[in-house]
């Protein structure tokens, strides 16, 4: 089969290869999938160039001395099954599937072999490519609002980076559960941000939300980049903070967006009565249930900011790692 391989760290252009690769085998538990689409996801830049240092050391079953443990990224994928394991009931061939493989990865591919409990039924209102594109960023943007901070209708939403992956998300999923939702984005991204259902949108570029002397119950910082304190300063005193967010390439750091999670937790204790949430996720095809739900009930949608091909995944991961991306990107393999 057609895959995008990786052998060592480093950027998209030199380390991401067109080639062809043995077709995986569903084992017990696991799915086949024909792969239609697949999402980029800045896990798989961070993967791919072993970027932060810190994340080598953390993770040893993906990262290597060299290069990840395995050579095809990408997280989010959305297909046809192909082909089921030994004790799966919830699929047979010819379903269509999204989900998330991990950071194991392989959806850069013709074919990915899944855990069926990663993948969910396609809402039914999606192409292929819409439906890449929700895994990831709409399961951290619905765990993190609903089941971390718990966000009630008439509270105060601040999503900080509104306009990415993750914040399109976050901002239709706070504004579904009846929240007041600001979003922060740039100027080029305001009237996509209000489009989305946020109430009040604030342009970074000439205003400072946490200058601005007003409190939100639940701030989702998704860029990593503002400290603790500017973000504190901006709760309510019984307000929860979020903190997640996958950066741009800088460079090569230590620790990256990684640093703002470490500080949330060496201070949530003597934070309180403020509750400080740094925001891990696994696979769970509970959040893409949900998530198909309000997809389509017509409360939340996917937003893509372009497609490419298989064959320019390099073009794509380099884009999302360089740049500021509107929302997702998406590679489309059939």
């Known amino acids: 089969m057609k895959a995008i391989v990786q052998q060592r760290y480093g950027a998209a252009p030199t380390v991401l290869q067109v080639g062809e690769v043995a077709t995986p085998a569903a084992g017990p538990g696991d799915v086949l999938v024909r792969v239609h689409a697949a999402a980029v996801n800045a896990a798989d830049w961070h993967i791919m160039r072993g970027d932060p240092w810190i994340a080598r050391l ?9 290069g990840p ?16 394991g030994s004790g799966v009931e919830r699929f047979t061939p010819g379903d269509e599937v999204f989900g998330d493989l991990g950071d194991v990865g392989g959806g850069f591919a013709e074919f990915a072999v899944a855990p069926s409990t990663s ?16 895994p990831l960023a709409g399961s951290t943007a619905l765990y993190g609002l609903r089941d971390l ?21 976050a901002v239709q999923i706070a504004a579904a559960i009846g929240a007041e939702v600001t979003g922060v984005c740039r100027t080029r991204n305001v009237d996509l941000v209000s489009s989305l259902g946020a109430h009040e ?20 910082d998704l860029t990593g980049r ?36 470490v500080q ?28 198909r739900d309000l997809i389509e009930s017509g409360a939340v949608r996917p937003v893509i900011e372009r497609t490419y091909p298989l064959d320019a995944a390099a073009e794509a991961v380099n884009h999302l790692e360089q740049e500021h991306a509107r929302a997702k990107l998406v590679l489309t393999v059939r």
């Open 69 to 84: 443990k395995r050579p095809i990224r990408g997280r989010d994928i959305a297909g046809v099954v192909e082909a089921v």
């Open 119 to 134: 993948l969910a039924a396609k809402p039914v209102n999606l192409s292929f490519a819409e439906a890449a594109a929700v």
């Open 149 to 169: 901070a718990g966000v009630r209708p008439g509270q105060r939403v601040l999503i900080n980076g509104a306009s990415g992956g993750v914040g399109t998300f």
């Open 58 to 66: 953390a993770a040893p079953e993906v990262f290597g001395r060299r």
């Open 264 to 291: 949330g937790r060496l201070l949530a204790r003597s934070a309180r009565p403020q509750r400080l949430l740094p925001l891990q996720i696994r696979p769970r095809a509970a959040y893409l249930d949900a998530l």
């Open 201 to 220: 949108v604030i342009d970074y570029t000439t205003t400072d939300f946490a200058a601005l002397g007003r409190h939100w119950d639940v701030i989702f």
């Open 226 to 261: 503002r400290r603790l304190a500017d973000c504190r300063r901006a709760l309510t005193p019984t307000g929860t903070l979020l903190l997640a967010g996958g950066g741009i390439f800088e460079g090569g750091s230590l620790l990256g967006p990684m640093a703002i999670q």
